[in-house]
């Protein structure tokens, strides 16, 4: 379990990874059909970008693939 000195700054970041983890989605797959640079999705995964600041397709196509509510 993470420590508070390591948890994610956006909750939604577990949920995204283990999904994708859980769905067998590569990070670099899953990237290019949100029109994202492979590191602008870790970096959301690992809770350092807030997803709300991606444009609206991103969020969408995170969405659908992901089946979560964003």
Request: no cysteine; charged share 25%; net charge positive.
């Amino acid at each position: 379990m993470d420590s508070p000195a390591h948890a994610p700054t956006f909750p939604h970041a577990h949920a995204l990874r283990s999904r994708r983890l859980l769905l067998g989605i590569p990070l670099t797959e899953l990237a290019r059909a949100a029109s994202l640079d492979p590191h602008v999705l870790e970096a959301v995964e690992r809770g350092e970008y807030d997803l709300r600041s991606l444009h609206a397709l991103a969020r969408r196509v995170l969405s659908r693939r992901l089946d979560l509510s964003l």
